[in-house]
């Protein structure tokens, strides 16, 4: 099994800046993509940003130009760094992994536990 452990998250200014990560420890034989999803409250979970192990961006609209997705694969470790901050951002942000334990596993999606960051005044 794969476990994502994630930091970073709080309470930050309008216009402000924060960094999340998210550390991936257990059985690992790979990971094929890494992301970040958010949910509001009162709103489904969206797709913040992916990244593939080759190191193939997505990015939602939302975000495009303001956060940027980076990946360590030699600590297992995917960043956020989100920059200009709206309060509209303001969600809890969720670590997701596609990996295998083991070279004859089927692959699997993985989540963290969430970390809370609100932009406000």
């Known amino acids: 099994q794969v476990q994502l452990v994630e930091a970073g998250g709080g309470l930050v200014q309008p216009g402000g800046s924060l960094r999340l990560s998210c550390a991936a420890s257990g059985m690992i034989f790979r990971i094929y993509v890494m992301g970040w999803y958010r949910q509001a409250p009162g709103k489904q979970r969206e797709l913040v940003a992916h990244i593939t192990g080759g190191a193939t961006t997505n990015y939602a609209d939302s975000v495009k130009g303001r956060f940027t997705i980076s990946r360590d694969n030699a600590k297992n470790t995917t960043y956020l760094q989100m920059n200009s901050l709206k309060p509209e951002d303001t969600a809890v942000y969720s670590c997701?992994?596609?990996?295998?334990?083991?070279?004859?596993?089927?692959?699997?999606?993985?989540w963290g536990q969430g970390t809370q960051v609100t932009v406000s005044s």
């Open positions: 997701n992994a596609v990996a295998k334990s083991r070279i004859n596993d089927y692959r699997k999606t993985y």
